[in-house]
Structures are given as structure tokens and as C-alpha cells.
């Protein structure tokens, strides 16, 4: 397993225009499938267009503490893009006026930016009622420094939502590093000891559940029951929901699909699982995502992408919700990850 | 004409099956589909019951067919592998049991 990023590893790969180039090339190009455009144009669904604001993303940095082989953000500890107190001002300003009602922060870790708790602190202040932070749960383990996080997330009523593949060490292992299941175990049971994850408790607990290999997620309720089954069993964990998500071909995972030979079969599969419903619902109709430099995108994976968004406004510091609603969302055929099967976003299936 | 008898791309043509005969077609795969339904079983339980059979029948479109559906389904590799040894325990078991054929034949005309 690779332990450091594609950036760090100079792969042609890290270059998001490389990525977009094979995206758009190939069995795109000579017609063998269709392009994203012309699928959801079948429906009359194209272009599509942001709706209301109701979730600001906000990606902190790419910094992490492990080195996931299927990250879509290619964070590792070798990541050293961190948002700087400036731009999280820029954010609060914002958030104080936004119409969103959702702050959903991601990274890499975003516990390991050094200003973390102080915008929870701040954007609590301005009124923002529900948190999310998207956590790998490794970190509260990680260092003494991060083994109050329970503690601090209770506090401010943060809905944690942890990244956790499998309900078995080897399959876990596999994606995420050696150890990573056994840490996990143990942040999952701190996070229930202070309350996190126990049925009619309101401090949310949600697994994600991201496939370990090049095939697509089974049905979600199935899956929830199922890895409810095992954690209660076995350590006696308990959560909220599982989030079912579709391995986007971007970044480290589209690295993976071409060095085994998986690029072409994964790409017929998520073609064919298309759903015209899900993409009614896909997050990027609700979400803006900002990067760690304050630029603006439509989903996170744009964001690795580098395609920013298609309105005069650019970056948070000219921000304008009635600017930005209604823009033409930027598409190419990694979308096609977000309408396969049940649909696929940051809260799971959405048809 | 292909020059093997069996090539991973035909499985995704697998439905054209009903254009030569439509009303048969649709009725397979209805029934198809329906038995892989939730039901008194899950789901999964018959994609395993599936996996070890697409064994025992040696079909190589079934194989690449049900190993994906069970890892989408979490399955993990040590359930896969049980499945197909109970699948390999009846295949060896079939054919031993006609041991006791053997042995009442011999028994007869040389016992």
C-alpha cells in the first residue's frame, strides 16, 4: 500500500487535467459509451442547474494521517494545503448570512487544521445549528492532543460522520492501512461512551461505507443492517445510518481502475446502473464547495478536479447566494458516479 | 465469429437473449429477477446460494457475474470460498454416494 499521495509521488496522475483528458478520451471519445452530457440530455435533465443552498462543504485542507487507497482528495500526511484563519473568516462572514442550514466540513482530517475548533466555535456563535464533520476516526486516536475530540464534538453538538469501509479488520485494513480498523473500533466506542451513535440520542452518529475494490456499493438499507449486525456483535458499537457511497474514477481511485485493468469494466458499470432519478437529486444541485484557498466548486470531486464553478463569483471572499443559485453545474463523466443504482453523495443514497 | 467460445463481453449482452424471442425472454428474467428478491431468504443468501452454483455448473459469465454481486453485497472472501467448497462437498459427495451402486454391482456378480 502506497504511504504517500500522488502529488508527493509526482504521478502523471496528480495533474487533474490528465484526469479529465482520460475521463474524456477512449471509450468516451469514439462513441462506445455516451458522455455524461448526452446521457442525462436523453431525460431532459441537461443543463443542470443549482437549486437553493442548503449545505456549504467546506474542505479545510489536505492534510491527513493516513493514506487511503482510494482517496478522491489525495490527502496524506505529505498534503501541506491548510485554509488559513484569513479564509475561515472569509467562511464566518458568510455562514452569517447564508440561507444554507447545513456546515459540513472536510478535508483530509479536518481535526488537523490548527484553527479546527476555533471556527466550530465561531461559526456556533453566528448560528450554524447543524454541524457535520466528516471524520476518519483514526485521528482521535491519533495523538493525546486529538483524544478530547468526543468531548469537543458533544459540546457543540457536531454530527460526526465516519468513514468505516468494512465490519471486518482484513477488508478495512485493505483500503485504509494496517491498524486503521483497530483504531477505528476504539474511537467508534469513546464517540458511544459519550453518547454518539445510541438510538433516540440527538448526537448523530453515520458510518460511510465506500466499496474496497472496482465495483459498486449493494443497497444501503441492506448494508446498514448488516454492519449493524457485526459492530453490535462483535464490540458492541452501535450508529445512526450507514451512508452507501460510489467510488468516484477520479484521483487515487482512478489510478487504481487503470493500473488494474479495471478503468473501462467500472465505467460500463456505472453507465449502465444510470438512474435518471438520482440525478434529480445530486448533491451539487444543493451543496457549494469551497476549497481550502476559499475557491468555489459544485461538489468536492470538482473540486479535485479544478473545475470551479460557472458564475462570475468565484472565490468566498465575493460570495453571493443570488448569484450563484441557478448556475449551469460544471459536469464531465465522473458524474456518472453520482446517478449510478440508488444515486451516491456525501449523505448516501438519494434515490 | 469470436475465436473462444467464451468472452467476458458477452455477458453484458446477456438481455439481447430476448430479441430472438421476446415473450420467453421477459419471462425469464422476470422470474430471474424475482427470485433474487428479498424474501424468506436475503438477498445476500441467495447471491452466495448463487455464487457456489455458478460453480458447480462451471459457468464462467455466472462466476464473474456473482463474485462481483457478493463483494457489492460485503461479502467477504473467507464466506466466498465456504460457499464454494459447500458447492465442491456436494459435487464430490454426488459422486461417491454412486459408490454404493459400485459396490452392489460387484456384490452381485462377484460377491
Known sequence: MATKSLHKRKSDLANSNRQLEILSNGIFQDGELPTF???????????????????????????????????????GPDRKEIMTKETMQQCLKVIKNTGAHTLDLTGGAPEMNPNFRWFIEEAAKAGIKDFIVR??????????????????????????????PHWTRGKTDKQRGDGVFD????????LNAVGYGIPDSNLRLDLVYNPSGAFLPGD??????????????????????????????????????IASENYEDYMYQLVEAYNPAAVANVMCTNTLSISWDG????CDFNQMLELPVNSKVKHISEYNEDLLEGRNIVISQHCYGCTAGAGSSCQGSVA | MSKSYYDPVDLRKFGNIT???????????????????????????????????????????????????????????????????VGAAIKS?????????????????DG
Open chain 1, 37 to 75: 452530457k448526452a446521457k442525462i440530455s436523453e431525460t431532459d435533465q441537461f443543463p443542470l442547474k443549482a437549486k437553493k443552498l442548503e449545505i456549504l462543504q467546506i474542505n479545510v485542507g489536505y492534510m491527513c494521517n493516513q493514506v487511503c487507497e482510494h482517496c478522491h482528495v489525495d490527502a
Open chain 2, 19 to 85: 430479441e430472438w424471442s421476446e415473450e420467453l425472454g421477459n419471462k425469464f428474467f422476470d422470474y430471474y429477477g424475482k427470485v433474487f428478491e428479498e424474501g424468506a431468504l436475503t438477498a445476500r443468501e441467495k447471491a452466495l446460494i448463487a455464487l457456489a452454483v455458478a460453480h458447480t455448473e462451471q459457468c464462467p459469465y455466472c462466476i464473474d457475474a456473482y463474485t462481483k454481486d457478493t463483494l457489492q453485497r460485503g461479502v467477504t472472501k473467507e464466506e466466498m470460498m465456504e460457499a464454494i467448497h
Open chain 1, 295 to 298: 475557491y468555489l466548486y459544485d
Open chain 1, 183 to 190: 483504531k477505528s473500533i476504539k474511537a467508534l466506542q469513546e
Open chain 1, 135 to 164: 471524520s476518519n476516526l483514526t485521528i482521535i486516536r491519533a495523538n493525546k492532543k486529538y483524544y478530547d475530540l468526543p468531548e469537543f464534538f458533544k459540546k457543540h453538538n457536531v454530527h460526526v460522520v465516519s468513514s468505516m
Open chain 1, 220 to 257: 444501503q438499507a441492506s448494508m446498514e443492517k448488516d454492519f449493524k449486525k457485526a459492530l453490535i456483535e462483535d464490540f458492541g458499537i452501535q450508529f445512526h445510518n450507514l451512508f452507501a457511497i460510489t467510488n468516484l474514477p477520479i484521483s487515487r481511485f482512478l489510478d487504481y481502475l
Open chain 2, 93 to 109: 459427495g454426488a459422486t461417491l454416494v454412486h459408490g454404493v451402486q459400485m459396490m452392489n454391482k460387484v456384490n452381485k456378480l
